[in-house]
């Protein structure tokens, strides 16, 4: 059985990370504002990460395809095609934006980032949700 216990605890901890951060006051450019919003861009990487790499070992371990040699993007690809993602380009998408938050040295590109990771929330907890139910 697939232990997702540490995708669960990081799906948890973005959600959590965003509500601290809506729940701030503080204008948009104050310090501690963007300290939060890099709380939770540093989250979104996490998640991201973990998200991708379980999805790949649920694929390994229940023998659906061989996924050695696939790439990211064909990993998206073939989730889709067994019902895990719903949709593989805002995937592609999340991808791109994970690889541009190790690059963020300016504020568009970081609120670009924020506002991925906040589409993206929602879909690794679907991602979550699908695993569990196919591990079953």
Not at 16 to 40: C, Q
Not at 48 to 56: Q, Y
Not at 99 to 123: E, T
Request: hydrophobic share 45%; proline share 1%.
């Amino acid at each position: 059985m697939l232990d997702l216990r540490s995708l669960k605890q990081a799906v948890e901890a973005l959600k959590i990370a965003f509500e601290i951060y809506d729940h701030n006051l503080l204008e948009e450019f104050m310090p501690e504002k963007i300290v939060l919003r890099d709380g939770v861009i540093q989250r979104f990487e996490f998640t991201f990460e973990l998200s991708w790499k379980m999805l790949k070992r649920y694929l390994e371990e229940f023998g659906l395809e061989k996924v050695d040699g696939l790439n990211n993007r064909d990993l998206f690809r073939v989730g889709f095609e067994q019902g895990l993602l719903d949709d593989p380009e805002a995937w592609f998408h999340y991808l791109k934006m994970r690889n541009q938050s190790s690059h963020i040295y300016d504020a568009g590109k970081a609120a670009a980032v924020f506002a991925s990771a906040r589409q993206f929330q929602l879909a690794a907890q679907e991602l979550l949700s699908r695993l569990e139910a196919k591990s079953r």
